[in-house]
């Protein structure tokens, strides 16, 4: 029962995220104009912006549901570091939870410069941590994994991660389209100059994004080579590719929504399939499957 509700919670983070990238792409985070209900009903006015933002809202209750009744199993089931993670992961709900109805109070969007980009980016950080605390809880409630996983996954979730983070910082501070309809080049440039901090940012993102693409295509390379971990290898590679294409198609499209909403979906997906992965190294898995061998 456990790894199925912490599995719920998974799927339904997941696409709470990937709606609420929706969400803001279309500029419907004020659809609903008093929180916790819409319009002061649970059946708002029959409008698009409305209808995105409620719906997002009723998922993110339908989540927050599964992750309550996840915490609840598993204090009354399991013992260690998987009640940790999930009460963690409740508890940073109820913090996004609140947060969301301050948002809606002060309408973010009257917020101007950094405190606008660090108020819209909250939410989606906070919904980052609550989806890698919960897949690491599923992958730990595995106690004696079967092998050793390669420690290599613990420093790609490192540089995904922190490519991730940089990603909502681009997207949300509108520097998505800060280098011009090109790519490789940016403004015409290698190196563009740095005018403005939504250029540089954009130009780091990038950088990262060659990081993420070497390192785990190297990997992938020498997994085949060596005819060992080939299949993970090939997957979190064709992932890193399939987020790396779709970025591309932003950039040379100028922010088709579909593209930005994609994006943003094999992202989530890639971090999570390498936090799943990379969770023995992070939860010392690989330290008892090694005391269990000299046992």
């Not at 740095?194 to 070497?214: D, Q, S």
Request: charged share 10%; aromatic share 10%; hydrophobic share 55%.
């Amino acid at each position: 029962m456990n790894k199925i509700l912490i599995g719920l919670s998974i799927a339904f983070t997941y696409i709470l995220m990937v709606v609420g990238n929706v969400v803001t792409t279309t500029g419907s985070g004020l659809g609903c104009p008093d929180w916790p209900l819409c319009y002061g009903t649970v059946v708002p006015p029959l409008q698009i912006q409305t209808w995105i933002e409620w719906s997002h809202r009723l998922l993110g209750g339908a989540t927050g549901l599964f992750i309550l009744g996840a915490t609840v199993s598993v204090w009354l089931t399991a013992k260690g570091p998987v009640r940790a993670l999930t009460m963690s992961a409740l508890g940073l709900l109820g913090v996004g939870a609140v947060f969301g109805g301050v948002i809606v109070m002060l309408e973010a969007p009257l917020l101007e410069g950094v405190l606008h980009i660090m108020v819209i980016s909250f939410h989606i950080i906070v919904a980052t941590a609550i989806f890698i605390l919960m897949i690491l809880a599923y992958r730990r409630l595995d106690t004696a994994p079967a092998a050793k996983e390669n420690s290599v996954y613990t420093v790609m979730f490192a540089i995904i991660l922190l490519q991730v983070i940089l990603g909502i910082f681009v997207r949300y501070s509108q520097a998505a389209m800060a280098c011009s309809a090109e790519f490789p080049l940016c403004n015409g440039q290698v190196i563009p100059e740095f005018a403005e901090p939504g250029i540089a940012l954009h130009f780091v993102h990038r950088l990262m994004a060659y990081v993420v693409f070497f390192f785990t295509g190297g990997y992938m390379i020498k997994a085949i080579k060596d005819k060992s971990d080939v299949a993970n290898s090939v997957i979190t590679f064709s992932l890193v590719v399939a987020q790396g294409a779709v970025g591309i198609g932003i950039v040379h499209s100028g922010m088709f929504l579909p593209l930005i909403v994609g994006h943003g979906a094999f992202g989530f997906l890639l971090l999570g399939w390498v936090a799943y992965r990379s969770a023995p190294g992070l939860l010392g898995f690989n330290m008892l499957v090694q005391e269990e061998a000299r046992a």
